[in-house]
């Protein structure tokens, strides 16, 4: 993969973060035993995943859960003496 189709490629994630999760998932997927859904000419998990995912075949669900930061008043922080 050239570096144009990388680019292209990271386009329809949201983040690099989450391309390597899913790409880390699908992997942990291949090595548990499922079966690749893409040829490719490698025998590592972690690239076959890659390619499966270049060829459109990984979709993923992100999934629209606010992040809720608690409420947190003014911590009572010890002072200490020295």
């Known amino acids: 993969m050239n570096v144009d189709e990388k680019a292209s490629l990271e386009k329809d994630f949201d ?3 989450r391309y390597v999760l899913v790409a880390a998932r699908r992997a942990r997927q291949l ?3 499922s079966e690749p ?3 490719s000419r490698s025998r590592k998990a972690c ?6 995912i ?3 075949k ?6 629209e859960v606010p992040v809720m930061k608690p409420e947190v008043e003014g911590a009572d922080i010890p002072r200490f003496a020295l």
Do not use: C, H, M, W
Request: aromatic share 8%.
């Open 15 to 17: 983040s690099n973060f």
């Open 31 to 33: 090595q548990n035993g």
């Open 37 to 39: 859904l893409t040829a």
């Open 47 to 52: 690239k076959i995943a890659q390619d499966e």
């Open 54 to 56: 270049a060829a459109g």
């Open 58 to 63: 990984i979709p993923y669900v992100k999934r």
